[in-house]
């Protein structure tokens, strides 16, 4: 394994018609991956691979303690806040319900001492509140924080508590007003809290933008990174590979 795609979809409708091709792709170039599910049916991927179209929003804490005790699970998500797309007439109700959920699954995560995957959109306040509320009994290695999207002072905060980032194709998009700028905050984060992501099959790194991702496109990413850090990319290929093996406990 050379390269490490920490987050990626592979279960998606996306590859229904070439999936064993996409994952060959990765393998041959020596990507090794953490597939990323939200229910029961993709989470169950990681022991029987089969596809999946259903959403739910249980949490049957059973099961998952169950899947978690498998080796081929490494951590604990994607989870976390996201109000991005929350109605107005039911924004109070679905916060309130998505922070509910939230903390079971902090909880859940201690339990069974594996890290958090975390997705946060626009609710890095109360993602930090939370986070902080919980910061006495959270696992060595707290989780990571993927997809990252905030401020460098948000950034800073969730560091101090020990967390990790991981970056994907967004990266290498050029920078916009009054987006996260990524260039910097990579720049002044330890190079050893850094994660390659692809967030497959979204947001295709350049020269593959607008095209499906999968997770042999993580080497763009790796590249980039390697660029913004100043170091060479087998520097940063090392590094990554590293943090990667650390934090999901993999060889």
């Known amino acids: 394994m050379l390269y490490f795609d920490s987050h990626a979809h592979a279960h998606f409708e996306s590859y229904k018609n070439d999936r064993d091709e996409m994952l060959h792709r990765a393998f041959d170039a020596g990507v090794g991956m953490v597939t990323a599910g939200t229910q029961e049916e993709t989470s169950a991927l990681s022991e029987k691979a089969k596809e999946i179209n259903e959403r739910g929003e249980s949490f049957d804490s059973d099961f998952y303690k169950k899947l978690a005790a498998s080796s081929k699970v490494v951590a604990v998500g994607e989870c976390g806040l996201d109000y991005f797309h929350i109605p107005e007439n039911r924004k109070d109700e679905v916060k309130h319900k998505q922070k509910e959920a939230?903390?079971?699954?902090?909880?859940?995560?201690?339990?069974?001492?594996?890290?958090?995957?975390?997705?946060?959109?626009?609710?890095?306040?109360?993602?930090?509140?939370?986070?902080?509320?919980?910061?006495?009994?959270?696992?060595?290695?707290?989780?990571?924080?993927?997809?990252?999207?905030?401020?460098?002072?948000?950034?800073?905060?969730?560091?101090?508590?020990?967390?990790?980032?991981?970056?994907?194709?967004?990266?290498?998009?050029?920078?916009?007003?009054?987006?996260?700028?990524?260039?910097?905050?990579?720049?002044?984060?330890?190079?050893?809290?850094?994660?390659?992501?692809?967030?497959?099959?979204?947001?295709?790194?350049?020269?593959?933008?607008?095209?499906?991702?999968?997770?042999?496109?993580?080497?763009?990413?790796?590249?980039?990174?390697?660029?913004?850090?100043?170091?060479?990319?087998?520097?940063?290929?090392?590094?990554?590979?590293?943090?990667?093996?650390?934090?999901?406990?993999?060889?």
Do not use: W
């Open 102 to 251: 939230f903390i079971r699954q902090i909880e859940f995560s201690v339990d069974v001492k594996k890290p958090l995957i975390i997705h946060c959109r626009d609710a890095y306040d109360d993602l930090i509140q939370m986070l902080n509320a919980k910061k006495s009994v959270l696992n060595a290695v707290p989780g990571i924080i993927h997809f990252f999207s905030g401020t460098r002072d948000e950034a800073e905060q969730l560091l101090n508590m020990g967390f990790y980032f991981s970056f994907g194709g967004v990266i290498t998009f050029p920078p916009k007003k009054g987006k996260t700028d990524y260039a910097q905050i990579v720049k002044t984060m330890p190079i050893d809290r850094i994660l390659s992501e692809t967030d497959a099959p979204y947001v295709a790194p350049v020269p593959y933008r607008g095209t499906r991702n999968e997770p042999a496109y993580v080497i763009e990413v790796v590249k980039k990174l390697a660029e913004m850090e100043n170091i060479s990319l087998e520097e940063m290929r090392k590094c990554i590979l590293k943090n990667s093996k650390y934090v999901f406990r993999v060889v």
